[in-house]
Nanobody, 125 residues
């Protein structure tokens, strides 16, 4: 089992940057593929980025590619989402998710078995 806690959300102007962190507790963090999802008000939860448990392979949604960077520090049990050149449409609650020995190609929330409580990101125009 792994427990996930997000931090680093907040309010930022369009064009600005934020870095989200997701701290994991429990065993074998390095065996989990980690993902970031987001959910805007009235919309479904959507995939943003994922990073593999094995090699540092990553996958991004087209909407964030080139602006967001996912990374992980297995020594600290933390996964990050660096968000640059933010847009108002990036506003939403951002969730960290984990899948034991998972792949990085699935964009379905149902693929991931563990979730954090979410962190609010608001981008003003």
């Amino acid at each position: 089992q792994v427990q996930l806690v997000e931090s680093g959300g907040g309010l930022v102007q369009a064009g600005g940057s934020l870095r989200l962190s997701c701290a994991a507790s429990g065993r074998a963090f390095s065996s989990y593929t980690m993902g970031w999802f987001r959910q805007a008000p009235g919309k479904e939860r959507e995939f943003a980025a994922a990073i593999s448990w094995s090699a540092p392979n990553t996958n991004y949604a087209d909407s964030v590619k080139g602006r967001f960077t996912i990374s992980r520090d297995n020594a600290k049990n933390v996964v990050y989402l660096q968000m640059d050149r933010l847009k108002p449409e990036d506003t939403g609650v951002y969730y960290c998710a984990a899948k034991a020995y998972g792949g990085i190609r699935s964009s379905s929330p149902n693929y991931y078995g563990h979730w954090g409580q979410g962190a609010q990101v608001t981008v003003s125009s």
